[in-house]
């Protein structure tokens, strides 16, 4: 079965640090897609980015980036310089392939609740 | 805005009752979940549809039902409710339901069971 892990319940750092939320995945799958997604304190879910298992290339994007280990079957979150903005909760989630006997639904970390203070 | 629309935003009833909520996926997608968040659960997967078809199920209990229309929006049917069935319930969407697929979440409903 499918399973990810966000150990880091909460992290609360001041602006302009730079901060790594973590996520560890288990699967039994070869294919699968890894994701993360933001709750902002207004509730909802925002795609940030995705990830597929043959693809072990780090992402950046403005002050975010991803690193993504097979490894360790880890999918580490990195912003820059942080913002109050980025204050939010974190979701990791996970997606195996068609076919893998599992749901198409994600499953979800218990997310890392991130607090930028000013 | 992500485009998935959810009706209502805020729901508040009483146990025993039903509620039936509404989603209606981003333009052109074709395939349509629903989670459930909760603060001892967090968030799970309930069922996905594709083109009107029930295609996956998770953790949906026996007393929720869902059906997607025609014209593609969804609907998610709760029975007997129970005080912990208080939850957030959101539907996201994608364009064929693929793995591979960001899916794009609403703003979900907040359900309150007094």
């Known amino acids: 079965a499918q399973k990810v892990t966000q150990a880091q319940t909460e992290i609360s750092v001041v602006e302009k640090e730079d901060v790594t939320l973590d996520c560890v995945y288990e699967?039994?799958?070869?294919?699968?897609?890894l994701f993360w997604y933001k709750q902002p304190p207004s509730g909802e879910l925002v795609f940030l980015i995705r990830?597929?298992?043959?693809d072990e290339q780090n992402e950046i994007s403005g002050r975010y980036s991803w690193n993504f280990q097979k490894s360790t079957s880890s999918f580490n979150f990195t912003i820059t310089a942080s913002q109050v903005v980025d204050s939010a909760v974190y979701f990791c989630?996970?997606?195996?392939?068609w076919g893998g006997g599992g749901a198409d639904g994600l499953t979800f970390g218990k997310g890392t609740h991130l607090i930028i203070q000013p | 805005d992500s485009g998935v629309t959810q009706t209502p935003k805020h729901l508040i009833t009483a146990t025993g009752q039903r509620v039936t909520l509404r989603c209606s996926p981003r333009?052109?997608?074709?395939?349509v979940y629903w989670y459930q968040q909760s603060l001892d659960q967090g968030l799970q997967f309930l069922i996905q549809?594709?083109?009107?078809?029930?295609?996956a199920k998770g953790n949906i209990l026996e007393r929720f039902s869902a059906q997607q229309f025609p014209d593609l929006h969804s609907e998610l049917n709760l029975s007997s409710l129970e005080l912990g069935d208080s939850a957030l319930y959101f539907c996201?969407?994608?364009?064929?339901?693929?793995?591979?697929?960001?899916?794009?979440f609403g703003d979900g409903t907040r359900l309150s069971i007094l």
């Open positions: 996201a969407s994608s364009p064929h339901g693929g793995e591979e697929q960001p899916q794009h």
């Open positions: 333009s052109g997608d074709l395939s």
């Open positions: 549809y594709y083109n009107g078809e029930e295609r």
């Open positions: 699967t039994r799958d070869t294919t699968y897609y």
């Open positions: 990830r597929n298992s043959f």
């Open positions: 989630a996970l997606s195996e392939a």
